[in-house]
Nanobody, 123 residues
């Protein structure tokens, strides 16, 4: 069982930065792949970034070069550093944990989800 709690959301102007953090409980944290998804109003939830248990990162094309995902297994946390934010990045961001490292851009692969944190980017 893994419980996930996101933090670090907020409001920022376009071009600014935010860092999201996801704290996880559970002694097997290091064995999970971790991902970030987001859902904007009126849209489906979409993949943002993921990191395997060995640290290999994956990104959606829309955030590549602007967002960085990292994990600290000792602290049971996964971070999403978001730079050069755009108004279209506005969404609720969710942290998720998957028991395997296959198809990490698919929501179906994730077993546990956090409650989400709001990110608002104004123009």
């Amino acid at each position: 069982q893994v419980q996930l709690v996101e933090s670090g959301g907020g409001s920022v102007q376009a071009g600014g930065s935010l860092r999201l953090s996801c704290a996880a409980s559970g002694r097997t944290f290091s064995r999970y792949a971790l991902g970030w998804f987001r859902q904007a109003p009126g849209k489906e939830r979409e993949f943002v970034a993921a990191i395997t248990w060995t640290g290999g990162p994956y990104y959606a094309d829309s955030v590549k070069g602007r967002f960085t995902i990292s994990r600290d297994n000792a602290q049971n946390t996964v971070l999403l550093q978001m730079n050069s934010l755009k108004p279209e990045d506005t969404a609720v961001y969710y942290c998720a944990a998957a028991g395997s490292s296959w198809s990490l851009d698919s929501q179906r692969m994730y077993d546990y989800w956090g409650q989400g944190t709001q990110v608002t980017v104004s123009s």
